[in-house]
C-alpha cells in the first residue's frame, strides 16, 4: 500500500514510507536532504539516500532489516552535534534519524535510574529530576541539544567527568536493533555485571557500527550538597600547567579542571558571554570541588596554595551561583565562541598524561608556528583532555588543508608522549588515519573482528572509525589468502 | 598424550624449573597436567602459540584465589599461573596512573601505593592472596564499589596475549579515552575466555585523608525499617562508600553483635566525615545502636571483611559462594531469602550486599545436597526480581550439577559470536564462561 503524498519512483523509497507509515516521517528530496549530509564535522559531507524517523523500537527494528534485506546502508543519528563526523552518510545511507523517539520512559529514585529513549536530550534529563535534586552526571558542552542516544554511541564526555566519569560509567542497560534488525536487551533492569562479556561497555563508544540504541537505562546521581568555584589567572602558561599537575598530585579530585589559553580567552571575550578576564593573562583554570559541604572549604584552600606557588596572578572563589554560572556559559560556549574570532575553525581532541601538559603545549605553539594558524587551547586539563583549535580562514587556497594537517600534527604530538587521539569527540570519520598513530594494524584488525560479529556485511555506519582505505582490511585479506593458500 | 611427552614439548617453551607437574585431584578443578610459571611476556606467548597450534588446551590462574569460580573441564593440558609474572612496569606519581604485570599481589601493591598516599580503587576479596590480573578478569568488587565503581571505572589500558600468541593493547595509559572501541571492557570479567592479561593499566586515587566506618545495628530486624533508612539516607547530599547490609551471622563474625547491621563507610577529609557522621545520628532510627570505627578500626574491620570467607575445601562440608545481582533495594530480599534458605536447609549462612550498588554475596556451607538445593531456590527467587546469580566458588564436582552462570542470556549468539573470532580454537579457558564458552 502507498503512503499517500510521496512522489517518488524509487521503490526503496516508497517501501521505507510504507514503514514509517507517513510522508512526514521521510525525506527524500534533495534539497531537503542537504541538511543532513554531515554533522558537527563540516570538512566532509555527502548526501544520504533518504531520512526516516521512527517513532518506536519496532519501526526502527523494521528499517533497520529492509535495510539490511536490501543491502542498503544506513546509520542512525540524534541531533548531529558529533564532532567527528560519526553521522556523516559517506555511503549514501538511509539516516535513521532518532529525534522522534525522545520520551523518558521513567525514573526511579529509589533505585537511582531512568530509562530515556534516544532521542532524549541530554539536559532534559537533569531537569526533569532537579525538583527532587537529582542529575545525570555526563555533561557534554552541547548537552542543551545533544541526545542521550549520541552520547552512548560517542561515549560523551563532558567538563565534570574529571570526578564522575563519562557516558559509560552511567549506563546501566540498553536495547539495542542489531544490524540484522534484531532486538536485543543488555543489562536487565540496570542490574551490574550481568553475566557474560561486557557488551554494554563495548557497546558505548562503538559509534554506532556495532548497533542502533533504541531506550537506554542511565543511573542518576544525588546533587552534590555543595560546589565551589575558582578562577585562577596566571601570566605564563606553564605555571598553569604546573598548576593542574599539582592539584592532581595534591590528592584532590576537583568535580572539573578547565583551562583556557591566550587565543582561546580572547575568543570568548568577543562572544556572547564575555566574563570580562583580563586581556593580558596567557591562561586561566576554571577549577570546581564538590561535595559535603563541610570539607570543600579545606579542598579550595590547598587549590589556591597550589596556584599561589606557581606565581598565580589572581585566585578568586565565585561568591554567587550568578557568578559560578556565568563562568560556566563562557567555557562552555567556547568552541562556538572562536567564530567570534576567525572565520573558521577546527576543533581536536587529544589526550596526553596530565603531567606532559606544559611540553605538549609547547609542541602545539610550535605547529602553530610551523603552519603559520593560530591556535587556541581549551581543554579539561584534569583529565589530560586537549581541545587545540586551529583557526583558519577556508577562502583562503590551502588553509583549510593546512588547518587539518596541523590539527592532525597535535594528535600526533599527543601520541607521542603517550596519549590518545580522541578522548571524548570519537573518531568518526575525522581521525581515521590518525588511529595508526596509536594502534597497530593487529590491534585494529582485533576491532574490526568485533565489528563483525555485530555488524558482518558492515552495513551500518561503514567507514568511520578505522582507517579507510583499510591497509590494514588489505593485509587481512592477505593474510587469510596466505591461510588459505597454507590449507 | 601422556604427560610426559606433553612436559617436554613445554621445555622447548619455558626454562625447566618453571614447570611443574600438575596435581590432578584438586577438589575445585581446573588443573592442568602441567603447570607452568612464566616470567616474562614473550613465554607467556609462545605457550599459548605453541597450544593454539597443537590442539592444546590452556587454563590460567593468578594465585588461583578464583579456582572455584566456574569450569566444567577438571583439567586443562597446560595451567599457565601468572603468579611469578609480577611487578611494577610504571608509576607514573605526578599522572596519578600504573601500569602492573597482572601475577601482581593486590595487597602488597595497595601498601606500596599506600607511601604514596594513592590507591586502586578497588576492594575485592582476599586481597592478601589474589593478583590484580584475577581480580579484573573476574571482576571482583566488594562494598566500596560504591563509592567507587568496579574495574570497568578504574581500568584505562590493557595488554593482553592472544589465543595465537599476538600481543593486543587496547585503551591506554591515559584517563579518558575513545579512540576506537572499548576493548577494555571486553576484557573485564571474561574469565581468562579471549585471552592472557599481561599488563593492567589502572588509574589511581589519593587516599582519603581521613575515614570512618559506622555500624548500624537493628537488633528487632525489621526489613522494612532497614529499607527506610537506607532510602533516606541514599535521598540525602551524604556521600558513604559503603551501605552494605550485613546478616547476622555474618555480623556477628565482625562485630560480636548477632543481627542485621548496615555498615556504612565515610571517606573524606576529617571535617566532612564528622559532618556526616552528625548528619547520620541525626537520622538514627529507634530501637537501633551505634557504633563508630575509625581510621585504623575501620580499615582493620575491612580488611577482617575481606578475607572471611574461607577458601579452603574440605571434604565433608561443602562451602559454596553465590554472587547475587538485583535492583538495589531488593538487596533486603535476598538477605531475606539467604535467612530462611539458611534456616530450611540446615546451612551455615553469611551474607552481605549493598543498599546503593544492588551485589550480594551469599556463602553457603553445608551438605553438598543442601547447598545445590538452597542454590537452586535462591535462582528462583532471584530470577523472580529479574536478577542473576553467579556462583563464584563451588567444588568441581558440584559445578556439573548447578550452572556456575545460571541460564544463558538471550543475546548468547553475540557472546558466541566473540569467542570464535578471538580464539577460534577454544585454547583458553574452555567451559569456564556463560554457557559453556
Given at each position: 500500500?502507498?503512503?499517500?503524498?510521496?512522489?517518488?519512483?524509487?521503490?526503496?523509497?516508497?517501501?521505507?514510507?510504507?514503514?514509517?507509515?507517513?510522508?512526514?516521517?521521510?525525506?527524500?528530496?534533495?534539497?531537503?536532504?542537504?541538511?543532513?549530509?554531515?554533522?558537527?564535522?563540516?570538512?566532509?559531507?555527502?548526501?544520504?539516500?533518504?531520512?526516516?524517523?521512527?517513532?518506536?523500537?519496532?519501526?526502527?527494528?523494521?528499517?533497520?532489516?529492509?535495510?539490511?534485506?536490501?543491502?542498503?546502508?544506513?546509520?542512525?543519528?540524534?541531533?548531529?552535534?558529533?564532532?567527528?563526523?560519526?553521522?556523516?552518510?559517506?555511503n549514501g545511507e538511509v539516516i535513521i534519524s532518532m529525534v522522534r523517539m525522545k520520551k523518558l520512559l521513567s525514573v526511579d529514585f529509589e533505585n537511582r535510574r531512568a530509562v530515556?529513549?534516544?532521542?532524549?536530550?541530554?539536559?532534559?534529563?537533569?531537569?526533569?529530576?532537579?525538583?527532587?535534586?537529582?542529575?545525570?552526571?555526563?555533561?557534554?558542552?552541547?548537552?542543551?541539544?545533544?541526545?542521550?542516544?549520541?552520547?552512548?554511541?560517542?561515549?560523551?564526555?563532558?567538563?565534570?567527568?574529571?570526578?564522575?566519569?563519562?557516558?559509560?560509567?552511567?549506563i546501566l542497560g540498553l536495547e539495542v536493533v542489531l544490524p540484522n534488525g534484531e532486538i536485543v536487551e543488555i543489562g536487565a533492569n540496570g542490574i551490574p555485571d550481568a553475566p557474560g562479556y561486557d557488551l554494554l561497555g563495548l557497546l558505548t563508544g562503538s559509534e554506532g557500527t556495532l548497533g542502533i540504541v533504541t531506550k537506554i537505562t542511565v543511573r542518576i546521581l544525588k546533587n552534590p550538597e555543595a560546589k565551589k568555584t575558582v578562577l585562577a589567572y596566571f601570566d605564563k602558561v606553564e605555571d598553569g600547567s604546573q598548576a593542574v599537575s599539582d592539584i592532581i598530585s595534591a590528592g584532590i579530585v576537583p568535580a572539573a579542571l578547565e583551562m583556557m589559553d591566550k587565543i582561546a580567552i580572547e575568543g570568548v571575550?568577543?562572544?556572547?558571554?564575555?566574563?570580562?578576564?583580563p586581556k593580558d593573562i596567557e591562561a586561566f583554570l576554571l577549577i570546581e570541588v564538590d561535595g559535603i559541604e563541610a570539607g570543600l572549604d579545606e579542598q579550595i584552600n590547598n587549590i589556591m596554595e597550589v596556584c599561589k606557588k606557581r606565581n598565580v596572578r589572581e585566585v578568586r572563589a565565585a561568591e554567587t551561583e550568578e557568578e559560578r554560572a556565568r563562568w560556566w556559559a563562557n567555557r562552555k560556549t567556547g568552541f562556538g565562541a572562536m567564530g567570534a574570532i576567525s572565520p573558521d575553525y577546527l576543533v581536536q581532541d587529544?589526550?596526553?598524561?596530565?603531567?606532559?601538559?606544559?611540553?605538549?603545549?609547547?609542541?602545539?605553539?610550535?605547529?602553530?608556528?610551523?603552519?603559520?594558524?593560530?591556535?587556541?587551547?581549551?581543554f579539561h586539563a584534569g583529565d589530560g583532555n586537549l581541545h587545540p583549535l586551529v583557526l583558519f580562514d577556508a577562502r583562503i587556497p590551502g588553509q583549510r588543508e593546512a588547518a587539518l594537517e596541523a590539527g592532525s600534527a597535535c594528535l600526533q604530538a599527543c601520541a607521542d608522549v603517550g596519549g590518545t587521539i580522541t578522548g571524548e569527540h570519537g573518531v568518526g570519520v575525522e581521525k581515521r588515519e590518525e588511529m595508526r598513530f596509536v594502534f597497530t594494524d593487529e590491534e585494529i584488525i582485533a576491532q574490526t573482528d568485533i565489528r563483525e560479529v555485530f555488524n558482518p556485511f558492515n552495513l551500518l555506519n561503514a567507514g568511520k572509525l578505522f582507517p579507510t582505505p583499510g591497509r590494514c582490511v588489505e593485509i587481512k585479506r592477505e593474510l587469510k589468502e596466505k591461510e588459505t593458500a597454507i590449507s | 598424550m601422556i604427560t610426559a611427552e606433553l612436559l617436554s614439548e613445554v621445555k622447548a617453551l619455558i626454562q625447566e624449573d618453571r614447570i611443574v607437574e600438575g596435581e590432578n585431584d584438586h577438589l575445585l578443578g581446573n588443573n592442568g597436567l602441567v603447570k607452568v610459571y612464566p616470567q616474562t611476556e614473550e613465554e607467556i606467548s609462545a605457550i599459548l602459540k605453541y597450544a593454539n597450534e597443537n590442539g592444546k588446551k590452556v587454563f590460567v590462574e593468578g594465585n588461583g584465589t578464583k579456582r572455584g569460580f566456574g569450569g566444567l573441564s577438571e583439567s586443562a593440558d597446560?595451567?599457565?599461573?601468572?603468579?611469578?609474572?609480577?611487578?611494577?612496569?610504571?608509576?607514573?606519581?605526578?599522572?596519578?596512573t600504573l601500569t602492573v604485570k597482572a601475577g601482581t599481589n593486590f595487597k602488597k601493591l595497595q601498601d606500596y601505593l599506600a607511601e604514596h598516599k594513592q590507591k586502586i580503587s578497588l576492594d575485592p576479596f582476599?586481597?592478601?592472596?589474589?593478583?590484580?590480573?584475577?581480580?579484573?578478569?573476574?571482576?571482583?568488587?566488594?562494598?566500596?564499589?560504591?563509592?567507587?565503581?568496579s574495574s570497568r571505572d578504574v581500568v584505562i589500558g590493557l595488554r593482553i596475549v592472544y589465543p595465537d600468541g599476538k600481543v593486543i593493547r587496547s585503551g591506554g595509559r591515559v584517563v579518558k579515552n575513545v579512540a576506537g572501541y572499548d576493548m577494555n571492557k571486553l576484557f573485564i570479567g571474561s574469565m581468562g575466555t579471549l585471552g592472557v592479561f599481561s599488563e593492567v593499566t589502572v588509574k589511581l586515587r589519593p587516599l582519603?585523608?581521613?575515614?570512618?566506618?559506622?555500624?548500624?545495628?537493628?537488633?528487632?530486624?525489621?526489613?522494612?525499617?532497614i529499607k527506610a533508612f537506607a532510602q533516606k539516607l541514599l535521598d540525602s547530599t551524604m556521600e558513604p562508600v559503603t551501605l552494605e547490609l550485613l546478616s547476622p551471622a555474618l555480623s556477628e563474625g565482625l562485630t560480636g553483635q548477632s543481627c542485621y547491621t548496615l555498615a556504612i563507610g565515610l571517606e573524606d577529609v576529617e571535617t566532612s566525615v564528622q559532618y556526616q557522621e552528625n548528619f547520620i545520628k541525626s537520622i538514627q532510627p529507634e530501637n537501633t545502636n551505634m557504633k563508630i570505627l575509625t581510621l585504623t578500626d575501620a580499615q582493620a574491620f575491612w580488611n577482617q571483611f575481606y578475607s572471611l570467607h574461607s577458601l579452603e575445601s574440605e571434604s565433608l562440608i561443602t562451602?559454596?559462594?553465590?554472587?547475587?545481582?538485583?535492583?538495589?533495594?531488593?538487596?533486603?530480599?535476598?538477605?531475606?531469602?539467604?535467612?530462611?534458605?539458611?534456616?530450611?536447609?540446615?546451612?551455615?549462612?553469611?551474607?552481605?550486599?549493598?543498599?546503593?550498588?544492588g551485589l550480594c554475596q551469599v556463602n553457603l556451607k553445608g551438605s553438598k545436597e543442601d547447598v545445590v538445593s538452597a542454590i537452586q531456590q535462591m535462582r528462583e527467587t532471584v530470577a523472580g526480581l529479574g536478577g542473576y546469580v553467579v556462583i563464584k566458588h563451588l567444588p568441581f564436582a558440584l559445578r556439573q550439577e548447578v550452572d556456575t552462570w545460571g541460564p544463558k542470556p538471550a543475546h548468547f549468539f553475540l557472546l558466541e559470536g566473540i569467542k570464535s573470532k578471538v580464539d577460534p580454537n577454544k585454547v583458553l579457558n574452555p567451559k569456564r564462561f556463560v554457557g559453556g564458552i
Amino acid at each position: 500500500m502507498a503512503v499517500k503524498g510521496i512522489k517518488s519512483k524509487d521503490r526503496h523509497i516508497l517501501n521505507l514510507a510504507n514503514i514509517v507509515g507517513d510522508a512526514r516521517s521521510i525525506i527524500y528530496h534533495k534539497e531537503d536532504l542537504i541538511a543532513y549530509d554531515c554533522d558537527g564535522f563540516t570538512l566532509h559531507k555527502h548526501l544520504p539516500k533518504a531520512v526516516v524517523f521512527p517513532n518506536n523500537t519496532d519501526d526502527v527494528a523494521a528499517l533497520v532489516k529492509y535495510c539490511s534485506d536490501n543491502q542498503l546502508p544506513f546509520l542512525a543519528r540524534g541531533a548531529g552535534t558529533g564532532l567527528s563526523g560519526g553521522a556523516i552518510p559517506l555511503n549514501g545511507e538511509v539516516i535513521i534519524s532518532m529525534v522522534r523517539m525522545k520520551k523518558l520512559l521513567s525514573v526511579d529514585f529509589e533505585n537511582r535510574r531512568a530509562v530515556v529513549q534516544p532521542g532524549f536530550v541530554n539536559l532534559k534529563l537533569t531537569n526533569s529530576i532537579a525538583d527532587k535534586g537529582y542529575y545525570y552526571a555526563p555533561d557534554p558542552s552541547s548537552q542543551y541539544c545533544c541526545t542521550i542516544g549520541g552520547n552512548v554511541a560517542e561515549n560523551a564526555g563532558g567538563a565534570h567527568c574529571l570526578k564522575y566519569g563519562v557516558t559509560t560509567n552511567h549506563i546501566l542497560g540498553l536495547e539495542v536493533v542489531l544490524p540484522n534488525g534484531e532486538i536485543v536487551e543488555i543489562g536487565a533492569n540496570g542490574i551490574p555485571d550481568a553475566p557474560g562479556y561486557d557488551l554494554l561497555g563495548l557497546l558505548t563508544g562503538s559509534e554506532g557500527t556495532l548497533g542502533i540504541v533504541t531506550k537506554i537505562t542511565v543511573r542518576i546521581l544525588k546533587n552534590p550538597e555543595a560546589k565551589k568555584t575558582v578562577l585562577a589567572y596566571f601570566d605564563k602558561v606553564e605555571d598553569g600547567s604546573q598548576a593542574v599537575s599539582d592539584i592532581i598530585s595534591a590528592g584532590i579530585v576537583p568535580a572539573a579542571l578547565e583551562m583556557m589559553d591566550k587565543i582561546a580567552i580572547e575568543g570568548v571575550e568577543a562572544a556572547a558571554f564575555p566574563v570580562g578576564h583580563p586581556k593580558d593573562i596567557e591562561a586561566f583554570l576554571l577549577i570546581e570541588v564538590d561535595g559535603i559541604e563541610a570539607g570543600l572549604d579545606e579542598q579550595i584552600n590547598n587549590i589556591m596554595e597550589v596556584c599561589k606557588k606557581r606565581n598565580v596572578r589572581e585566585v578568586r572563589a565565585a561568591e554567587t551561583e550568578e557568578e559560578r554560572a556565568r563562568w560556566w556559559a563562557n567555557r562552555k560556549t567556547g568552541f562556538g565562541a572562536m567564530g567570534a574570532i576567525s572565520p573558521d575553525y577546527l576543533v581536536q581532541d587529544g589526550v596526553i598524561p596530565r603531567s606532559r601538559l606544559p611540553e605538549v603545549l609547547n609542541n602545539i605553539n610550535n605547529i602553530s608556528q610551523e603552519y603559520g594558524l593560530r591556535i587556541a587551547n581549551i581543554f579539561h586539563a584534569g583529565d589530560g583532555n586537549l581541545h587545540p583549535l586551529v583557526l583558519f580562514d577556508a577562502r583562503i587556497p590551502g588553509q583549510r588543508e593546512a588547518a587539518l594537517e596541523a590539527g592532525s600534527a597535535c594528535l600526533q604530538a599527543c601520541a607521542d608522549v603517550g596519549g590518545t587521539i580522541t578522548g571524548e569527540h570519537g573518531v568518526g570519520v575525522e581521525k581515521r588515519e590518525e588511529m595508526r598513530f596509536v594502534f597497530t594494524d593487529e590491534e585494529i584488525i582485533a576491532q574490526t573482528d568485533i565489528r563483525e560479529v555485530f555488524n558482518p556485511f558492515n552495513l551500518l555506519n561503514a567507514g568511520k572509525l578505522f582507517p579507510t582505505p583499510g591497509r590494514c582490511v588489505e593485509i587481512k585479506r592477505e593474510l587469510k589468502e596466505k591461510e588459505t593458500a597454507i590449507s | 598424550m601422556i604427560t610426559a611427552e606433553l612436559l617436554s614439548e613445554v621445555k622447548a617453551l619455558i626454562q625447566e624449573d618453571r614447570i611443574v607437574e600438575g596435581e590432578n585431584d584438586h577438589l575445585l578443578g581446573n588443573n592442568g597436567l602441567v603447570k607452568v610459571y612464566p616470567q616474562t611476556e614473550e613465554e607467556i606467548s609462545a605457550i599459548l602459540k605453541y597450544a593454539n597450534e597443537n590442539g592444546k588446551k590452556v587454563f590460567v590462574e593468578g594465585n588461583g584465589t578464583k579456582r572455584g569460580f566456574g569450569g566444567l573441564s577438571e583439567s586443562a593440558d597446560i595451567l599457565l599461573s601468572l603468579a611469578d609474572y609480577k611487578g611494577i612496569v610504571e608509576h607514573v606519581v605526578g599522572d596519578m596512573t600504573l601500569t602492573v604485570k597482572a601475577g601482581t599481589n593486590f595487597k602488597k601493591l595497595q601498601d606500596y601505593l599506600a607511601e604514596h598516599k594513592q590507591k586502586i580503587s578497588l576492594d575485592p576479596f582476599h586481597p592478601e592472596a589474589a593478583t590484580i590480573g584475577g581480580i579484573v578478569s573476574s571482576n571482583d568488587s566488594g562494598p566500596k564499589r560504591l563509592g567507587y565503581g568496579s574495574s570497568r571505572d578504574v581500568v584505562i589500558g590493557l595488554r593482553i596475549v592472544y589465543p595465537d600468541g599476538k600481543v593486543i593493547r587496547s585503551g591506554g595509559r591515559v584517563v579518558k579515552n575513545v579512540a576506537g572501541y572499548d576493548m577494555n571492557k571486553l576484557f573485564i570479567g571474561s574469565m581468562g575466555t579471549l585471552g592472557v592479561f599481561s599488563e593492567v593499566t589502572v588509574k589511581l586515587r589519593p587516599l582519603p585523608k581521613y575515614e570512618s566506618l559506622i555500624l548500624l545495628f537493628f537488633p528487632q530486624g525489621n526489613m522494612e525499617e532497614i529499607k527506610a533508612f537506607a532510602q533516606k539516607l541514599l535521598d540525602s547530599t551524604m556521600e558513604p562508600v559503603t551501605l552494605e547490609l550485613l546478616s547476622p551471622a555474618l555480623s556477628e563474625g565482625l562485630t560480636g553483635q548477632s543481627c542485621y547491621t548496615l555498615a556504612i563507610g565515610l571517606e573524606d577529609v576529617e571535617t566532612s566525615v564528622q559532618y556526616q557522621e552528625n548528619f547520620i545520628k541525626s537520622i538514627q532510627p529507634e530501637n537501633t545502636n551505634m557504633k563508630i570505627l575509625t581510621l585504623t578500626d575501620a580499615q582493620a574491620f575491612w580488611n577482617q571483611f575481606y578475607s572471611l570467607h574461607s577458601l579452603e575445601s574440605e571434604s565433608l562440608i561443602t562451602s559454596a559462594s553465590l554472587k547475587i545481582g538485583v535492583v538495589n533495594m531488593d538487596v533486603t530480599q535476598v538477605m531475606k531469602e539467604s535467612q530462611l534458605l539458611g534456616d530450611s536447609h540446615h546451612l551455615e549462612v553469611q551474607a552481605h550486599g549493598g543498599l546503593g550498588h544492588g551485589l550480594c554475596q551469599v556463602n553457603l556451607k553445608g551438605s553438598k545436597e543442601d547447598v545445590v538445593s538452597a542454590i537452586q531456590q535462591m535462582r528462583e527467587t532471584v530470577a523472580g526480581l529479574g536478577g542473576y546469580v553467579v556462583i563464584k566458588h563451588l567444588p568441581f564436582a558440584l559445578r556439573q550439577e548447578v550452572d556456575t552462570w545460571g541460564p544463558k542470556p538471550a543475546h548468547f549468539f553475540l557472546l558466541e559470536g566473540i569467542k570464535s573470532k578471538v580464539d577460534p580454537n577454544k585454547v583458553l579457558n574452555p567451559k569456564r564462561f556463560v554457557g559453556g564458552i
